[in-house]
């Protein structure tokens, strides 16, 4: 009798895994039509790979790695993954801090003594650098913007960009998502390493995790079967390569290459503790810090379903590394066009698909309606679709999409959209620091101060805002 019920159990245990299988069989084949699709109709190009565990369920390649020669991408083909490379930063650290080089309460002056902010370097810590509540701004500045793009090439040289700018806030006290933080835990990384943080990331990453076809950019270097950064440049839906809008090279906060192949392997390595321990790991993607950002991981859950992992957006880039924790599933998304061409409705789809409907994927799908009645109707059509929204919005979207038409010159487009984001939004000190940055751009003096002064009276701390009224006024 004992061994009857032994069969059964083993019976019914391979039951459910093989109707595990079929579910995941039929999402498969959902996820393959649905890509398909938004590959033809909303331009995505790029590659896409799901696993379960170390088993690939799906992998596929869209559109051209190159348009002008009409080279497809490839499954093997490497593209930009921006910010994704934020997860290589804190592990690096996370293996320092292992070898008792580093403690994660130990300031930024511990390391760098001569880091020239005294504020910084007395009381930031890393583990504030980690998560993003330093108080640091960002690099992607106007002096970025004027600075020729081929000077850009050291952990050194993006430091040059903002060690002289003022904290944002008191650290601790609020989160900003900051690359100059990311900026500063590589020069830590350097300092402690004795290696550039290339060389380091390189020899105790990917080396390790077996990311053969994984590095760092360098835009003047020729980089077999590297997929083309395009951006769309005009209404006429021309595509323009991004090469002269970043840096020479990528940094520790984000700017490296790599496949979807090799992010499954960085994944597989992460869970099997052969980079950093399990304990580590578990303290990464805690939420102890930040409710949505760990050490370098962005926390998400879905339905209940918990996902870490990071993603990556910039000029001709978009991607992002999903490590579901209950379900061993891993799903890997990278393009060489930017966010809003296909890459989102490919990750929200996928999301969708996997984890079930999510507000986040509601928020998506009524951003993207008010926008294209934004472009296709007018400014007033998209607050009367507002109205109806109830409060229902992405800001990230929007203000993507404004992005994309400040970045082309069409101001006037870019500060509608950030109008209309602010009329959702009422009491975000950023929104109105980021449209009075577009005002200004555009040339509207008048427009940009009263809008600093708004972003002032909801945050009086905005170090960005009272500097430029300084300038102003």
């Not at 790695?65 to 930009?80: C, E, M, Q, S, W």
């Not at 509608?416 to 555009?442: C, G, K, N, Q, V």
Request: glycine content about 8%; overall charge negative.
């Amino acid at each position: 009798m004992k061994k009857i019920s032994t069969y059964i159990i083993v019976i019914l245990l391979f039951g459910c895994d093989l109707s595990q299988d079929n579910l995941y069989r039929d999402k498969i084949g959902e996820i393959d039509e649905n890509l398909e699709k938004i590959s033809k109709e909303n331009g995505y190009s790029g590659a896409v790979l799901i696993a379960k565990n170390e088993e690939v369920l799906f992998k596929k390649a869209y559109g051209y790695a190159n348009l002008a020669h009409n080279v497809p991408n490839r499954i093997d083909t490497k593209f930009g993954i921006a910010s994704m490379g934020k997860m290589f930063t804190a592990v690096a650290i996370m293996q320092l801090v292992q070898q008792d080089k580093l403690n994660l309460d130990s300031t930024v002056g511990e390391t760098l003594p001569d880091y020239p902010n005294t504020t910084v370097r007395d009381s930031v810590t890393i583990e504030q650098l980690l998560v993003h509540t330093s108080g640091l701004t960002d690099f992607f500045n106007n002096k970025f913007e004027h600075r020729a793009k081929h000077s850009v090439r050291t952990i050194a040289d993006y430091f040059s960009l903002f060690r002289d700018d003022e904290l944002l806030f008191s650290p601790g006290t609020g989160f900003s998502y900051s690359n100059a933080g990311y900026i500063v835990l590589g020069m830590i990384i350097e300092r402690l390493s004795g290696d550039t943080y290339y060389e380091y990331v390189n020899k105790n990453i990917f080396e390790v995790a077996g990311m053969k076809n994984t590095g760092n950019y360098e835009t003047d270097r020729s980089i077999p079967n590297i997929a083309e950064g395009y951006i769309k440049k005009d209404e006429h839906g021309i595509w323009t390569t991004s090469t002269y809008m970043k840096g020479a090279k990528g940094s520790s906060a984000g700017g490296a290459y790599s496949t979807v192949e090799d992010l499954l392997k960085f994944a597989i390595a992460l869970k099997n503790n052969k980079l950093i321990s399990k304990e580590s790991l578990a303290q990464m993607i805690s939420n102890d810090v930040h409710d949505a950002y760990g050490y370098g991981f962005t926390l998400n859950k879905f339905n209940g379903i918990e996902v870490y992992g990071h993603n990556g957006g910039a000029h001709g880039v978009s991607g992002e590394l999903d490590i579901y924790r209950s379900t061993d599933l891993v799903v890997a998304t990278l393009s060489n066009r930017g966010p809003l061409d296909g890459w989102v409705d490919v990750r929200s789809m996928i999301r969708e698909k996997l984890a079930g409907s999510t507000s986040e994927t509601n928020k998506y799908i009524g951003t993207k309606e008010l926008i294209e009645i934004y472009e296709s109707q007018g400014f007033d059509a998209a607050i009367a679709k507002l109205d109806s929204m109830e409060g229902n919005i992405s800001d990230k979207y929007i203000m993507d999409a404004a992005n994309k038409y400040r970045e082309s010159k069409e101001f006037d487009k870019a500060i509608d959209l950030l109008e209309i984001l602010a009329t959702a939004i009422p009491d975000s000190w950023y929104i109105f620091s980021i449209l009075a940055d577009t005002y200004l751009d555009s040339g509207d003096k008048v427009l940009a101060i009263e809008n600093y002064h708004k972003s002032l009276k909801l945050d009086s701390n905005n170090q960005w805002a009272i500097e430029k009224l300084d300038t102003l006024e």
